[in-house]
């Protein structure tokens, strides 16, 4: 069922003319299969809700299938999709507390195999790939720097959603972005999302100082 | 200074590193490449060796309920032939009818000559920090030793060689999981790194080269042989996947990739890593 659901995305990509590369998509294709069964055969000694975590979503495969840049009409179709997952704070107030999201910038923990049972809340880890605190060297470099962020925008209330979306779901914004979807999967909950977008973005928090 | 010592002094800087500081980092870095320095001059000062020693025994050692050493393994060159074999794996294997890469090799030959049982065999495959190595680990580093200073030289002859190559490029991209993260998110550009460590660009042949030369490895803070099976499950762990399988169908694809990546690239293992 998935194989033939991969088959039915990737046949309506091409159809709608992917301007690059059909040749490459047509081979893609015909691998498909074959790398669905390494895989079902290469992870036998664990449960099936585990299992669960290597079948792709429709915009994985996407991403997959065109290497991370989808042309146009793909393009707005997973941005339509993703943007449609953000769900908001019922009161609209998008900023929490920087100094808990301070913390949780600095933690990677939650949801690798040795995660269980849970023994801390998980974590956004933004240092793993941003810098943000100009007093925090150990940041890496996979995603942009987050220096000064909030105060290069003014604090601007619409820069404030857009971080909290970014968050939430990148690929709202920017189909098929590096960044996990943090809101989208539940991975952070909507107050941990308040608490990152505040160190971003808020006046008081050391990212802007 | 007595190798013993400098070990410890080594240890005891990465310690007190933590991490956390890009000085400290730097230092330890600095450390490291020392330590390899020393190592070019004085190669019999390498640890890792100590493991290649102990995997040389167990090799020719008879065991298991078959009380059978193994000697007579065919890792693609002839059975009992070591020298090189490494360089030319993964590889077709004609009796297993499958792909299969250095660790998938010795766990057939171990089940096949020595009678022991897959599950035993793979049930501790990874050694924990300041522990020997495990069999496995010290068996790869043996074989993938007596391949030093040669070249990578993947066999794609075969068509299941070959398939297992094109697995290993899509497995390489596809993005899965809860982090929607693939092997290409981390390893897909030059210059990039995790908090302070640096990540190799895998697609890249200059870095494949370097980076896949260097396992089996002899990992200073963990006083112990990684190998590229284990260094493979610790990717899929931070990436939010599932235990993998020892020998997986999976792992041998993405090795086939990267050594393909790698071509030409001198085999330098056991090396020295942080």
């Known amino acids: ?209 | 200074m007595p190798r013993g010592l400098w070990i410890a002094a080594l240890a005891v800087a990465l310690v007190s590193a933590g991490g956390l500081h890009t000085r400290a980092q730097d230092d330890t870095e600095r450390e490291v490449e020392r330590y390899r320095q020393m190592l070019k001059e004085d190669p019999w000062s390498n640890p890792g060796l100590l493991e290649a020693d102990r995997g040389e025994a167990l090799w020719k050692e008879k065991r298991g309920p078959k009380d059978a050493s193994l000697e007579a393994c065919d890792l693609g060159n002839g059975p009992g032939k070591v020298e090189g074999a490494f360089a030319q794996l993964p590889r077709f294997f004609a009796d297993a009818d499958k792909v299969m890469d250095l660790e998938s090799r010795l766990v057939w030959c171990m089940e096949k000559l020595q009678g022991f049982e897959h599950a035993q065999i793979v049930k501790r495959p990874y050694s924990k920090a300041n522990q020997a190595g495990s069999e496995l680990e010290a068996l790869a580093t043996y074989v993938a030793n007596k391949s030093n200073g040669r070249r990578f030289a993947p066999q794609l002859g075969h068509p299941k060689e070959r398939e297992a190559l094109a697995i290993g490029e899509a497995l390489f991209f596809r993005r899965q999981g809860p982090m929607d993260f693939a092997c290409a998110t981390c390893h897909g550009d030059s210059g990039k790194r995790i908090r302070l460590q640096g990540l190799p660009y895998l697609s890249k042949p200059e870095e494949a080269r370097e980076a896949v030369g260097q396992w089996p490895a002899y990992r200073v803070s963990q006083g112990t042989v990684m190998t590229m099976q284990h260094r493979i499950t610790d990717c899929f762990w931070q990436m939010r996947l599932p235990l993998i399988d020892y020998g997986s169908d999976v792992a041998v694809a993405l090795t086939m990739y990267l050594v393909n990546q790698a071509k030409g690239g001198e085999i330098g293992a056991p090396q020295i890593k942080r």
Request: with cysteine; hydrophobic share 35%; aromatic share 10%.
């Open chain 1, 1 to 209: 069922m998935r194989i033939g659901a991969f088959f039915t995305t990737a046949g309506a990509a091409v159809a709608l003319g992917a301007a690059c590369c059909a040749a490459s998509l047509a081979h893609a294709q015909d691998r498909a299969p074959a790398v669905e069964a390494a895989i079902k055969g290469s992870w036998t000694r664990t449960t099936p809700e585990w299992r669960e975590r290597l079948v792709q979503d429709e915009t994985q495969k996407l991403c997959t299938l065109y290497r991370n840049a989808p042309p146009g009409d793909v393009a707005n179709a997973i941005r339509a999709r993703e943007k449609g997952t953000i769900q908001y704070p019922s009161d609209g107030q998008l900023m929490g507390d920087w100094k808990r999201g301070e913390k949780l910038a600095q933690s990677g923990y939650g949801w690798r195999f040795t995660d269980y049972p849970p023994r801390q809340d998980n974590g956004g880890n933004c240092y793993a790939c941003h810098q943000l605190d100009k007093k925090e060297l150990s940041f890496g470099t996979l995603g942009p720097s987050l220096l000064q962020y909030g105060k290069a925008r003014n604090h601007a209330k619409d820069e404030v959603k857009a971080v909290y979306d970014r968050i939430y779901n990148p690929h709202a914004a920017l189909p098929c972005a590096n960044m996990p979807r943090f809101g989208a999967s539940r991975f952070l909950s909507l107050e941990q999302i308040k608490d990152l977008v505040a160190y971003v973005m808020s006046p008081d928090s050391p990212v802007n100082k």
